[in-house]
């Protein structure tokens, strides 16, 4: 690396400050601090608080992203592949598209049995949604990190596979570069980048494609990465069963007549169909505690989800509802099924957009969880709450932070007032 490192040391002068190359110093820096670690030393009296900074803090959401990441793949792959091993048998015509020929170009199948042939199958679709987010959006934020001649952050690292993780995998390319621009763009950059966005940006991209081409990001002909194959989310399917039928969803259709179930532990396990990243209720906890481990994810929040979720949950339960079955689904189904367990733990608990204060997090997360219900619940004709919910916390959470900040004064006051 030594060859390396004295290259870059050559070319700095010119992207210095007085170079010929300064405008475009960002891309150095950004590119420098990539390959290496800083080599710049605070001098004097300085006050280290805490060893992790900010590479360090999206690097490791990153790893705990990768579970989900590495399993989304696979469960692409299986969905698609049983998907078309039954209708093949049931003699139901299939499109192919360019990720089969790549797929068979290289020798491998559609048996769901086979771990390559799903794991390779959903990278074939995953990995160009991947590099279209990350070549627009870190394109976006070069673009403003050149013209206010600042240093290129590392924040959206986790913004540009969050985002991916949040779409289905037959969405088209280009939809995934509109929508990851203008979340950078109208989310971030306009508030100044880093660290001063108050909504999730991930999820303001999504939101934006979801209004805006809700075709390809909703209903059920989107979800299994194999056209013409019509199968709803589990909690699609929720909302159209009769009263009663809640708990083993049997009354799924497919579109060639067939009819399939759902259970509990599939949901939790992910092998059902939903966005790439967003169906493992089991991986997202494991992504929870290696965020609460590491101190970035606040425990809080998502235990203020959970509680939210749970509370709403019972109290629907108990009032029912005549003609909207969605009333009965108990909280044990919510919590694992549509993007609520992804959410809570990589979205919701989102520094910057989250609130800050202690009691606030309790309060916020509170919050979420209970607009996620609500929504699933009160309008089944949108399903999926928890984006939503997200971003209505995000809106709140100053006004949060604020009321317990100035409780917490005039609790002070009165107790230290003469």
Known sequence: M????DAFDRVHPLFAKGGILEKAYPVYEATDTFLFTPGETAEGRTHVRDGIDLKRMMIMVVVALIPVTLFGMWNTGYQANTAIVQMTEADVPIEYDWHNTVHTAIGLGH???NFLDNFVYGAIYFLPIYIVCMFVGGHVEMVFSVLRGHEINEGFLVTGLLFPLTLPASIPLWQVAVGIAFGVIVAKEVFGGTGRNFLNIALTARAFLYFSYAGDISGDKVWTAVDGFSGATALGQMAVVEKGAIESLSQVQYVWGETGEISWMSAFLGTIQGCVGETSALLCFVGALILIATGIGSWRIMSGVVLGVIGTSLLLNFVGSETNAMFEVPFYWH????????????MATDPVSASMTEKGKWIYGGLIGFMTVLIRVINPAFPEGIMLAILFGNVFAPLIDYFV???NVRRRVARYAS
């Open 405 to 407: 900040v100035q409780a």
């Open 2 to 5: 030594k060859p390396l490192r």
């Open 335 to 346: 919590l694992v099924i549509g993007g609520l367990a992804f959410g809570l733990v990589f």
């Open 111 to 113: 048996d769901p049995g």
